[in-house]
Nanobody, 122 residues
Framework: QVQLVESGGGWVQPGGSLRLSCAAS????????MGWYRQAPGNQRELVAR???????NSADSVKGRFTISRDNVKNMLYLQMNNLMPEDTAVYYC????????????????WGQGTQVTVSS
């Protein structure tokens, strides 16, 4: 089994910053792509930023220049540094990972964390 646990969410005023963390644990051979998604009430879940296992990153246009995704492959951690937060960034943020597990090594499978709430308001 694989567990993804997010932390770092909370309330912040517009213009503020937060840093989200995602810790991956369990029995697996490797983690391929990892990413952050978010879902606001009434909206579909959307990609925020993605980090491949060979270092390629991409992010949504709405967060470019404000959010930075990073990854520590030794610690199996994923981070999202969010600066200049705006009210429209308010959402539940989810960590996602494509993981090759010990029990099913034939290919990677998608796993999700439970989500962490980010609220931006004055």
């Amino acid at each position: 089994q694989v567990q993804l646990v997010e932390s770092g969410g909370g309330w912040v005023q517009p213009g503020g910053s937060l840093r989200l963390s995602c810790a991956a644990s369990g029995s697996f051979f490797s983690i391929e792509n990892m990413g952050w998604y978010r879902q606001a009430p009434g909206n579909q879940r959307e990609l925020v930023a993605r980090h491949t296992n060979n270092g390629f990153t991409n992010s949504a246009d709405s967060v470019k220049g404000r959010f930075t995704i990073s990854r520590d492959n030794v610690k199996n951690m994923l981070y999202l540094q969010m600066n200049n937060l705006m009210p429209e960034d308010t959402a539940v943020y989810y960590c996602n990972a494509a993981v090759v597990t010990l029990s099913r090594p034939e290919r990677s499978y998608q796993y999700w964390g439970q989500g962490t709430q980010v609220t931006v308001s004055s």
